[in-house]
């Protein structure tokens, strides 16, 4: 079975700081997603990424995934309160259910 | 339309007892899932339904754990004789088909605390 490991496991920061936070995998992945998730609700996908050293831009957030693609990076430059949730990374494995990985959990205070 | 909704929000119940929780994922999603999230944590997978039947059941942590789906729509989990380790926030999501091309898109869960 695919584990993904999400580090750190906690992240607390002051606003305008950048950040990095690593998802990593045992194999390859097929295809990779990161999610959101903000308190009191589901998580909500941000990007997938399918080649390995694509590189994806959404605003403040850059995602990388690795060129063997067992790993995965999402970077946030100058971060802001509203980025505070719960980042989650997850693979479909073969039999078409997402794996989710451990989550990293950021508070971003003003 | 609307997005994936859950109920109830918010169940508190007592140790032995039976929960049914219920999941409208988004019309015309046919691929359906179950998720357990224990505070703090990532997402564990239960089941998933593709139409009416659920090609993978392994999630499942015991057989007092069952789900269903009817219509291709509505499904509902069910907990029989409650333990407090059952306690968590139960996550369903709805994709267009099953796969790694088509985003999960979940509702708010059902948090359930058993006493």
């Known amino acids: 079975t695919q584990l993904l490991e999400q580090s750190p496991q906690f992240l607390s920061i002051q606003e305008g700081e950048n950040l990095t936070v690593y998802c990593n995998s045992s194999s390859v992945f097929s295809s990779l997603q990161w999610y959101r998730q903000e308190p009191g609700e589901g998580p909500v996908l941000l990007v997938t990424?399918?080649?390995?050293?694509e590189v994806k831009k959404l605003k403040r957030l850059t995602f990388q995934f690795g060129d063997a693609r067992k790993d995965s990076s999402l970077h946030i430059t100058a971060a802001q309160p509203g980025d505070t949730g719960l980042y989650l990374c997850?693979?479909?494995?073969?039999?078409?259910?997402?794996?989710f990985g451990t989550g990293t959990r950021l508070q971003v205070f003003p | 339309g609307a997005g994936v909704s859950q109920s109830p929000s918010n169940k508190v119940t007592e140790k032995g007892k039976d929960v049914e929780l219920r999941c409208d994922p988004i019309s015309g999603h046919t691929a359906l899932y179950w998720y357990r999230q224990s505070l703090g944590q990532g997402l564990e997978f239960l089941i998933y339904?593709?139409?009416?039947?659920?090609?993978?059941k392994s999630g499942l942590p015991s057989d007092r754990f069952s789900a269903e789906r009817t219509g291709g729509s509505v499904s509902t989990l069910t907990i029989q004789r409650t333990q407090q380790e059952d306690s968590a926030v139960y996550l369903c999501a709805s994709s267009l088909a099953a796969g790694a091309n088509s985003p999960l898109h979940f509702g708010n869960g059902t948090r359930l605390t058993v006493t």
């Open positions: 997850a693979d479909p494995d073969n039999t078409d259910k997402l794996i």
């Open positions: 339904f593709q139409g009416n039947s659920a090609p993978d």
């Open positions: 990424v399918v080649t390995g050293g």
